[in-house]
């Protein structure tokens, strides 16, 4: 049995095929009780197509990363996903390498083609997101901000509480040999976990050494090996993302870098393998799926209400999840 289409509810009804289109698109019509019994006889269900066109919505919305082979921005799409079916709409990713150029690009490319966009914005200084708002385009940023963004939903985590726990913990146990491997400053991540971590550890005023390295894997390994080829090197070394920890315990694997005997390591961001590796890996841990959802959940809030409700801002808490790759430096 074929599907009933928008004609087979009008002559149900008895009424025009625009006067049942009005109906669907929420408008009053005086035939409204016999259109209504007409769609429940009929079991008539309008194709996404149809609704998109009387709603003037696409039903899609874009979710833009700085890097998705970040296991953190897969975990947050799969919860922006999950919110997202649940209304019935479709998620396009869209990956912008931590390149502005291609962030301005793609947000561009995406006004008037989405409804809206959930964006991890690649420096704070950045002012595409800003002409991509004032184009019509409803922007909900995910982890990072920019300049002056007020105007703008956000869903982020306590960079500066995670950062700070890891630099106590390190006190605690002892090291005053303690190195941090940073990812980019102009991003909000690369910044406030930096400032944190440095801030929190003047209180023992430790020997302190910084690497940058880029948010990516290879950055974090040539990191820990110009850390390691100090005359005196770090006996704690504490990697802000989790990509560049893969670096980081590839570097120590290559030198035979016995952890935590020679040297402790925390990572910022759990990984699917940490509690299995040997020793297992301590982390600072954020809900990351959750942070998607949350996103998700603004934007669509902000598309149903209207582009006039008040801008919020959640902060989500980080915790140390304390394993075996930290300890008590060995006496020297």
């Known amino acids: 049995m074929s599907e009933a289409t928008i004609g087979d509810v009008a002559r149900r009804a008895g009424v025009s095929t625009t006067t049942v289109s009005r109906f669907l698109g929420g408008q009053q019509v005086r035939a409204a009780d016999l259109i209504r019994a007409a769609v429940a006889d009929l079991d008539y269900r309008p194709s996404p197509a149809a609704r998109s066109l009387r709603s003037g919505r696409t039903r899609s919305i874009a979710v833009v990363v700085p890097d998705v082979t970040n296991p953190f921005f897969a975990a947050v799409v799969k919860g922006a996903e999950a919110v997202a079916r649940r209304d019935d709409y479709h998620l396009f ?33 950045d002012d595409a997101p800003l002409r991509a708002h004032q184009a019509g385009l409803p922007l909900v940023f995910l982890d990072r901000e920019i300049e002056g963004s007020a105007m703008f939903d956000a869903v982020l985590v306590d960079n500066g ?46 020997q302190v050494h910084e690497e940058h390295g880029d948010f990516r894997e290879q950055g974090g390994y ?18 802000t993302n989790n990509l560049m920890t893969v670096g980081a315990l590839r570097a120590l694997h290559d030198l035979g870098v016995r952890v935590p005997d020679e040297l402790s390591i925390v990572g910022f961001d759990d990984l699917d393998l940490a509690q299995l590796l040997m020793p297992p890996l301590t982390v600072v841990e954020r809900p990351m799926e959750e942070q998607g959802a949350l996103a998700m959940r603004l934007l669509l809030r902000r598309l149903r209400e209207s582009d006039d409700v008040q801008a919020r801002r959640i902060v989500l808490e980080t915790k140390l999840v304390v394993r075996g790759s930290t300890a008590r430096p060995r006496s020297t």
């Open 93 to 125: 990713l869209s990956n912008t390498d931590e390149d502005v150029d291609r962030e301005a690009a793609v947000l561009a490319d995406l006004v008037g083609r989405v409804d809206g966009a959930i964006l991890a914005p690649t420096v704070e200084s």
């Open 161 to 206: 509480g995670g950062s700070r726990q890891v630099a106590e913990h390190f006190l605690d146990l002892g090291h005053r040999r303690i190195a941090i491997v940073n990812g980019t400053m102009h991003s909000t991540p690369g910044r406030q976990r930096r400032e944190a971590f440095l801030d929190a550890l003047k209180v023992a005023e430790p």
């Open 222 to 239: 040539q990191a820990v090996m110009r850390l390691l080829a100090l005359e005196h090197p770090p006996t704690a070394i504490f990697v």
